[in-house]
Protein backbone atom coordinates (compact mmCIF):
# COMPACT_ATOMS: atom_id res chain seq x y z
CA UNK A 1 0.00 0.00 0.00
CA UNK A 2 1.60 3.58 -0.99
CA UNK A 3 0.62 6.26 1.00
CA UNK A 4 -0.87 9.45 -0.87
CA UNK A 5 -0.57 12.81 -0.10
CA UNK A 6 -3.06 15.70 -0.64
CA UNK A 7 -2.19 18.94 -1.37
CA UNK A 8 -1.55 19.80 2.34
CA UNK A 9 0.57 16.69 2.73
CA UNK A 10 -1.43 15.00 4.82
CA UNK A 11 -2.30 11.18 4.86
CA UNK A 12 -4.58 9.91 2.34
CA UNK A 13 -4.85 6.08 2.28
CA UNK A 14 -7.35 2.80 2.30
CA UNK A 15 -7.65 1.42 5.62
CA UNK A 16 -9.64 3.37 8.06
CA UNK A 17 -8.02 6.38 9.92
CA UNK A 18 -8.99 4.83 13.39
CA UNK A 19 -6.80 1.48 12.84
CA UNK A 20 -3.74 3.25 12.38
CA UNK A 21 -1.24 3.87 14.38
CA UNK A 22 -1.10 7.57 15.55
CA UNK A 23 2.67 7.88 14.16
CA UNK A 24 0.83 6.94 10.70
CA UNK A 25 -2.34 9.31 11.52
CA UNK A 26 0.13 12.37 12.33
CA UNK A 27 2.37 12.21 9.58
CA UNK A 28 2.60 15.42 7.66
CA UNK A 29 5.26 15.02 5.39
CA UNK A 30 7.51 17.67 3.20
CA UNK A 31 6.94 17.91 -0.70
CA UNK A 32 9.79 15.80 -1.15
CA UNK A 33 8.85 12.66 0.81
CA UNK A 34 6.78 9.76 0.25
CA UNK A 35 6.10 6.58 2.62
CA UNK A 36 5.30 3.35 0.97
CA UNK A 37 4.17 0.27 2.80
CA UNK A 38 5.35 -3.15 0.67
CA UNK A 39 3.38 -5.09 2.79
CA UNK A 40 -0.21 -3.36 4.14
CA UNK A 41 -1.05 -5.77 6.54
CA UNK A 42 2.43 -4.69 8.62
CA UNK A 43 2.28 -0.99 9.17
CA UNK A 44 5.54 -1.37 11.44
CA UNK A 45 7.60 -1.40 8.67
CA UNK A 46 8.03 1.07 5.81
CA UNK A 47 9.94 2.63 3.10
CA UNK A 48 10.90 6.22 3.62
CA UNK A 49 11.29 7.93 -0.18
CA UNK A 50 13.41 11.15 0.07
CA UNK A 51 13.94 13.28 -3.36
CA UNK A 52 16.00 16.36 -2.49
CA UNK A 53 14.99 19.25 -4.23
CA UNK A 54 18.00 21.10 -3.37
CA UNK A 55 21.34 21.06 -2.28
CA UNK A 56 24.74 18.58 -3.38
CA UNK A 57 21.55 15.71 -3.63
CA UNK A 58 19.09 17.50 -5.61
CA UNK A 59 17.49 15.49 -8.21
CA UNK A 60 18.81 12.03 -6.29
CA UNK A 61 15.74 9.01 -4.82
CA UNK A 62 16.96 7.78 -1.52
CA UNK A 63 15.11 4.93 -0.07
CA UNK A 64 14.93 4.40 3.81
CA UNK A 65 13.80 1.22 5.64
CA UNK A 66 11.97 2.00 9.41
CA UNK A 67 10.97 -0.88 11.92
CA UNK A 68 9.21 0.61 14.37
CA UNK A 69 9.64 -2.18 17.38
CA UNK A 70 7.06 -2.41 20.23
CA UNK A 71 9.49 -0.24 22.27
CA UNK A 72 8.03 2.44 19.86
CA UNK A 73 7.59 5.47 21.22
CA UNK A 74 9.83 5.26 24.19
CA UNK A 75 12.69 3.50 21.52
CA UNK A 76 13.62 5.31 18.10
CA UNK A 77 12.41 2.66 14.99
CA UNK A 78 15.52 1.30 13.61
CA UNK A 79 16.30 2.70 10.50
CA UNK A 80 18.47 2.27 7.49
CA UNK A 81 19.20 3.56 3.68
CA UNK A 82 18.54 1.33 1.03
CA UNK A 83 20.27 3.30 -1.24
CA UNK A 84 24.05 3.25 -1.40
CA UNK A 85 24.82 7.27 -1.05
CA UNK A 86 28.07 9.31 -0.61
CA UNK A 87 27.16 11.08 2.51
CA UNK A 88 29.66 11.76 5.66
CA UNK A 89 26.06 10.81 7.69
CA UNK A 90 25.72 7.38 5.97
CA UNK A 91 27.69 4.72 5.88
CA UNK A 92 28.17 2.28 3.09
CA UNK A 93 26.26 -0.03 4.73
CA UNK A 94 23.21 2.10 4.92
CA UNK A 95 24.17 3.28 8.52
CA UNK A 96 22.68 6.76 9.75
CA UNK A 97 24.58 9.21 11.67
CA UNK A 98 21.85 11.53 13.56
CA UNK A 99 21.59 11.91 16.87
CA UNK A 100 17.86 11.46 17.27
CA UNK A 101 18.06 7.84 16.55
CA UNK A 102 20.31 7.14 19.24
CA UNK A 103 21.32 9.14 22.46
CA UNK A 104 18.90 12.02 21.94
CA UNK A 105 15.69 10.32 21.14
CA UNK A 106 13.09 11.00 23.73
CA UNK A 107 9.56 9.69 23.53
CA UNK A 108 8.36 12.91 22.80
CA UNK A 109 10.16 12.64 18.82
CA UNK A 110 8.39 11.46 16.19
CA UNK A 111 8.25 9.43 13.10
CA UNK A 112 8.02 13.12 11.62
CA UNK A 113 11.09 14.47 13.99
CA UNK A 114 13.35 11.39 12.21
CA UNK A 115 11.89 12.44 8.81
CA UNK A 116 12.83 15.60 9.06
CA UNK A 117 15.93 14.86 10.43
CA UNK A 118 17.00 12.78 7.18
CA UNK A 119 15.48 15.47 5.08
CA UNK A 120 18.29 17.83 6.82
CA UNK A 121 21.16 15.41 6.60
CA UNK A 122 20.64 15.49 2.88
CA UNK A 123 20.60 19.69 2.71
CA UNK A 124 23.27 20.17 5.35
CA UNK A 125 25.51 17.19 5.45
CA UNK A 126 27.58 17.23 8.86
CA UNK A 127 31.17 16.65 8.66
CA UNK A 128 31.99 17.21 12.21
CA UNK A 129 29.99 13.62 12.91
CA UNK A 130 30.55 11.33 10.32
CA UNK A 131 29.94 7.63 9.98
CA UNK A 132 31.97 8.32 6.44
CA UNK A 133 35.03 9.85 7.01
CA UNK A 134 36.37 10.23 3.66
CA UNK A 135 33.18 11.86 2.65
CA UNK A 136 33.32 14.30 5.51
CA UNK A 137 37.42 15.22 5.04
CA UNK A 138 36.30 15.58 1.33
CA UNK A 139 33.43 18.02 2.56
CA UNK A 140 35.41 20.20 5.18
CA UNK A 141 38.42 20.12 2.16
CA UNK A 142 37.49 20.47 -1.00
CA UNK A 143 33.45 21.50 -1.61
CA UNK A 144 34.01 21.42 -4.64
CA UNK A 145 35.51 17.64 -4.86
CA UNK A 146 33.14 16.38 -2.60
CA UNK A 147 29.81 18.21 -4.83
CA UNK A 148 31.58 15.73 -7.87
CA UNK A 149 31.80 12.94 -5.98
CA UNK A 150 27.99 13.33 -5.28
CA UNK A 151 27.18 13.66 -8.84
CA UNK A 152 29.16 10.74 -9.76
CA UNK A 153 27.94 8.91 -7.66
CA UNK A 154 24.53 9.55 -8.05
CA UNK A 155 24.73 9.03 -11.81
CA UNK A 156 26.19 5.86 -11.30
CA UNK A 157 29.92 5.43 -11.01
CA UNK A 158 32.89 4.95 -8.82
CA UNK A 159 34.97 7.13 -5.99
CA UNK A 160 37.87 5.47 -5.14
CA UNK A 161 37.58 1.54 -5.12
CA UNK A 162 33.21 1.75 -4.26
CA UNK A 163 31.09 1.72 -7.25
CA UNK A 164 27.20 3.59 -6.53
CA UNK A 165 24.29 2.66 -8.36
CA UNK A 166 22.40 5.38 -10.07
CA UNK A 167 19.92 6.93 -7.97
CA UNK A 168 18.91 9.89 -9.81
CA UNK A 169 15.08 10.24 -10.32
Not at 16 to 40: A, S
Not at 42 to 63: A, R, S, T
Not at 81 to 88: A, D, F, L, R, S
Not at 111 to 121: A, D, M, P, R
Amino acid sequence: MGVCLDEERTIKQDKPRERLPPYINELNLPKTCEIVFPDPDDLLNFKLIICPDEGFYKGGKFVFSFKVGQGYPHDPPKVKCETMVYHPNIDLEGNVCLNILREDWKPVLTINSIIYGLQYLFLEPNPEDPLNKEAAEVLQNNRRLFEQNVQRSMRGGYIGSTYFERCLK
